[in-house]
């Protein structure tokens, strides 16, 4: 399972409850909230915005102001940028006391950010034939077209934000740029090391020049591009040092500003979405990936990607992949095919040995093998894919000391083989090797090192990659915006790194639309106001993708595919403009059925257009926890009326579309996301507005984890050492502390957890205490009414939560766990007595003064006997 952008394993698989405390399961849990402990980005007003006497709030005055209170803070960033971003990101203890201070518009926790991994990556070299040039994927795009006219992105600046540091390389054309961190930086416990020399990773995909052994060329290989690396060579970052990196590239003057990163998100609230949206919105293109988190299911936007304003990027599959061939001695055979983009690294010839010649054997080498089995090591062992693990089989073989080679279906994937030297081979070659074998004929294979690269057709070529994290927000913005070509491309790579590789992610998409903007801003000028309407001209113009090849298979969910994938000739030759490019209809309790937009013709001759409705296949995200990807899909559709279905237009002239839209009568409990394009056509010309909306009530979307399908008991649990969730007693030494336990079905815009008194029943029926004390973010969010309940103060709190990740215990993000202390949030230490603790979160569109709107949970009692 993966979390936004990288792989982590926190979670045992195979949960046996009653003798494992969930605290152990949750390995060094503590705070698994993907956020840096105690660290935030305080926002201020502008010093524009504030009267000419109030000028002197800001950073100065909230230190003084702390100081003069004696809590103790460290400052990691100030970001002065009026106009997008006036703040500072600090970490202290006692962040309730940030709320008074004049001129602070926000306080929002730092999220953590894994390094940005590409989704599969591969090493090639010069010897390498048969690998799949940038043609390709230039000419399902149209860029082809582009630069045979000359147009190469001239004259247009782009800031990248990069991690990885290893040397200026062939393809690599870094014009300027800065290192915000250092080669040494791994995350928020380091300390950035600023200099000037950024270097960079993905720019082949945008700026490599052609005519290089691998005959790839770059989307916009005349731009000139700027580096901003937030990554050390190691590990992760923090948004904190994202932030900056933007606010840096955006104030030295980059046209386009292109992230290939991301981490979970959910709201588009997150600093660096909030960020991100505003640079967007100052007239500049910002390219964000959208994530590689197919497999998490629907309602899993990225942050920064799904910001408002910015262009969050799908990817999608090549039409081949690059694969190796093995040859055969004995029987004659063409080459077989195996999973590997690079040689399996065997030396000459070897003979075949099989664990089965039985075809249809179900569980070849998942025991151990028989004691007569050869040494291995001077052989190349055929295995049948089995009913138990791979590593399983593995691990048999290798007991035998044996190297490569499998057999298997599903030859659509790489598959995991830690350190074993094996790929995958087809179920029919498979077959024919074992038919040999035990026809007693001797067969050898050799797997040749050079020239064995075959272009292989890949059966889902052309459709949005499953890896490519599903929308929409949680707030229903439309993301992804569009797809661009991510899957198996051939880039450079860092020379240490081996120089070229192939590459698989939305971050290898991202590059590939920021190139696509290069091209659009060199041609239409570099204006303000062509980036304002970047988005919804790319949008208009993109291929919606079906989602599977066969015939009569419905249309890709704009969930995951946005407006379709990008068609950047068009884009600079469309002569009829649609605007807006997304119809955002909200859920059904804010729906917005009525939906007006723009055409016009500015082409040189009058157009007659008519209005043709498409819709896609509705996305079931699922009830609970939302259902794991690839999201099933219903051919449920809205309808759509207009008041007029064709109308004509003169050279120059717009007219107003008004779209009556009526959701699908499908079941709401399944929270089903219906979608669809309004294709606007003309002689010759197609371009379309994509809608999209909820066929239920966000609110009625449970947010809170009550079941007990995720570990078998009922969540939340409030958990002692030893794995018993009753009422129990706490000394808060030596690890005699309780485990606080959540799993969040959906993300909240306000979640606590408080302390309460002991006698606190069922919420809300407790005699009136009137003010809630405690403590919130100043948004006006005072964490609902309950008036009833005698809350003592906060424990934890959080604003804008993601969801956790429904499929699977192995992903960081499967849960949301804390170690408590005998502490408040702030750090004061609570009195010895009993207690409970109070969980809310809030429903999504719900009212933050509504208690009704609130999920809630109340713990057993936990009595602190702290000595
Ligand atoms: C949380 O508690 C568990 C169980 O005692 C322990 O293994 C883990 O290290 C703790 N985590 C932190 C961050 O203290
Ligand atoms: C490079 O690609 C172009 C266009 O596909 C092709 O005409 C040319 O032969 C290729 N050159 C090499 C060296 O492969
Ligand atoms: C294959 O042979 C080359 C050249 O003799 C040698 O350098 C390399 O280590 C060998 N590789 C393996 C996996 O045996
Ligand atoms: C098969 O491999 C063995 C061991 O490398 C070698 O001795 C033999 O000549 C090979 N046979 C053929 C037909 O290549
Ligand atoms: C290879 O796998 C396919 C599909 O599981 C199976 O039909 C075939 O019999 C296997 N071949 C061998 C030799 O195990
Ligand atoms: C092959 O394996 C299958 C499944 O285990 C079994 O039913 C069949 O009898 C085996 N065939 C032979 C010839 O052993
Ligand atoms: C791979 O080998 C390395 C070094 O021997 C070892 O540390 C690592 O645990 C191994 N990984 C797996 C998945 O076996
Ligand atoms: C949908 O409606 C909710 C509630 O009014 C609002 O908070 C949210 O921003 C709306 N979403 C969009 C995309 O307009
Ligand atoms: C890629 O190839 C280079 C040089 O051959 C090697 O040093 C590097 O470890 C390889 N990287 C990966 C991830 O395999
Ligand atoms: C906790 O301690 C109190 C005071 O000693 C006692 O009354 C209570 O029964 C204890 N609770 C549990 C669950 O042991
Ligand atoms: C910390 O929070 C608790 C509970 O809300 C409160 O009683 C206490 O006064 C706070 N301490 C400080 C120093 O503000």
Excluded at 96 to 112: D, E, H, W
Excluded at 218 to 244: K, M, N, P, Q, T
Excluded at 255 to 282: K, M, N, P, Q, Y
Excluded at 704 to 710: K, W
Aim: proline share 7%; net charge negative.
């Amino acid at each position: 399972m993966r979390s936004a952008f990288g792989v982590t394993t926190l979670l045992g698989a195979g949960m046996a409850l009653a003798s494992t405390p969930i605290s152990s399961l949750i390995a060094q849990a503590g705070n698994n909230l993907l956020t840096v402990p105690n660290r935030f980005i305080v926002e201020f007003q502008s010093p524009a915005d504030l009267p000419q006497t109030r000028r002197s709030t800001g950073t100065a005055n909230l230190y003084a102001s702390l100081r003069q209170r004696e809590i103790s803070f460290d400052i990691h960033h100030e970001y002065n940028s009026p106009g997008l971003f006036v703040g500072v990101s600090l970490t202290l203890n006692d962040v309730a006391s940030l709320r008074s201070t004049a001129g602070v518009v926000a306080i929002r926790p730092v999220k953590l950010f894994d390094r940005p991994a590409p989704f599969d990556f591969k090493n090639v070299s010069e010897g390498d034939s048969g690998l799949p040039d940038s043609e390709g994927v230039h000419i399902i795009t149209g860029v082809d077209r582009l630069h045979a006219q000359g147009i190469t992105g001239h004259g247009v600046k782009i800031g990248m934000q990069v991690y990885l540091g290893a040397g200026f390389g062939p393809g690599f054309k870094v014009a300027g740029g800065y290192d915000l961190v250092g080669d040494a930086y791994t995350g928020p416990n380091t300390t950035p090391v600023p200099d000037a020399d950024p270097l960079d990773q993905y720019t082949g995909i945008i700026g490599c020049n052609p005519n290089n052994p691998f005959n790839v060329s770059g989307v916009a290989y005349d731009a000139e591009i700027y580096a901003f690396r937030i990554f050390g060579c190691l590990g992760g970052s923090a948004e904190d040092v994202i932030v900056a990196g933007m606010l840096k590239a955006a104030d030295a003057d980059m046209d386009i500003l292109t992230l290939s990163l991301g981490g979970l998100g959910g709201w588009t609230e997150g600093t660096a979405a909030v960020v991100a949206s505003r640079i967007a919105a100052s007239g500049k293109i910002v390219t964000i990936a959208a994530g590689n988190a197919g497999d998490s299911g629907a309602w899993y936007s990225s942050n920064p990607g799904n910001a408002i304003n910015a262009i969050s990027v799908a990817s999608s599959d090549s039409p081949i992949i690059p694969l190796q061939s093995l040859t055969l001695q004995g029987p004659t055979h063409a080459p077989i095919v195996y999973f590997s983009s690079v040689p399996l690294p065997v030396n000459g010839s070897l003979p075949l040995y099989a664990t089965s010649k039985n075809t249809t054997v179900t569980d070849d080498a998942c025991s151990p093998l028989p004691a007569s089995t050869p040494n291995l090591s001077t052989f190349v062992v055929l295995v049948r894919r089995a009913t138990c693990a791979v590593t399983v089989q593995l691990k048999h073989l290798a007991a035998f000391n044996a190297s490569p080679c499998r057999n298997g279906t599903g030859f659509t994937a790489a598959i995991s083989v830690g350190n074993f030297t094996a790929a995958l081979i087809q179920a029919s070659d498979g077959v024919f090797l074992a038919q040999q074998l035990a026809a007693g004929t001797a067969v050898n294979v050799t797997f040749p090192q050079e020239g064995a690269l075959v272009q292989f057709p890949d059966p889902k070529g052309g459709l949005v990659s499953a890896f490519t994290s599903y929308g929409p927000t949680d707030d229903l913005f439309f993301k992804p915006a569009i797809t661009a070509p991510g899957g198996h491309i051939l880039s450079t790579w860092p020379v240490p790194l081996g120089g070229w590789a192939l590459l698989s992610g939305t971050s290898m998409a991202t590059p590939f639309m920021a190139g696509s903007a290069a091209l659009l801003l060199s041609v239409k000028g570099k204006s303000a106001e062509v980036a304002a309407t970047a988005r919804s001209v790319f949008q208009s113009t993109a291929k919606p993708l079906a989602s599977d090849h066969t015939d009569g298979a419905l249309v890709q969910t704009t969930i995951q595919q946005g407006a379709g994938l990008v068609q950047v000739y068009d884009v600079l030759f469309a002569t009829t403009i649609i605007s807006p490019a997304e119809l955002l209809l909200n859920d059904t309790a804010h729906f917005v059925g009525t939906q007006k937009f723009a055409v016009t013709n500015t082409g040189k001759s009058p157009k007659t257009y008519v209005l043709k409705h498409s819709p896609v296949g509705t996305a079931v995200t699922g009830s609970i926890l939302p259902a794991s990807g690839p999201v099933p899909r219903s051919a449920d559709y809205a309808s759509v009326s207009f008041d007029e279905e064709t109308f004509t237009l003169n050279p120059g002239q717009t007219h107003e579309v008004v779209a009556t839209f009526t959701p699908p009568k499908v079941d709401a409990t399944t929270f089903p996301v219906y979608s669809g394009f309004i294709h606007v056509v003309s002689d010759g010309e197609d371009v379309h507005t994509s809608y999209m909306g909820l066929a239920a009530s966000i609110r009625d979307k449970a947010v809170l984890d009550t079941s007990t399908e995720a570990l078998g008991v009922q969540l939340p649990v409030l958990e002692d050492p030893s794995g018993a969730t009753e009422a129990a007693n706490y000394t808060f030494v030596n690890g005699d502390e309780p485990f606080l336990l959540w799993r969040l079905a959906f993300g909240t815009a306000v979640f606590r957890a408080d302390l309460v008194t002991a006698d606190t029943t069922v919420p809300g029926t407790v005699s009136g205490r009137g003010v809630v004390p405690s403590f919130t973010f100043p948004k006006g969010q005072n964490g609902g009414a309950f008036s009833a309940v005698d809350v003592l103060g906060p424990i934890f709190e959080h604003d804008y939560t993601p969801r956790n990740d429904g499929t699977n215990s192995d992903d960081l993000n499967f849960a949301s766990g804390l170690n408590m202390t005998n502490t408040f949030a702030n750090g004061t230490v609570i009195p010895n007595g009993s207690y409970k603790v109070f969980i809310r979160a809030l429903r999504v569109t719900g009212d933050p003064d509504n208690e009704a709107d609130y999920d809630t949970w109340l713990s057993p009692t936990m009595g602190v006997f702290a000595t």
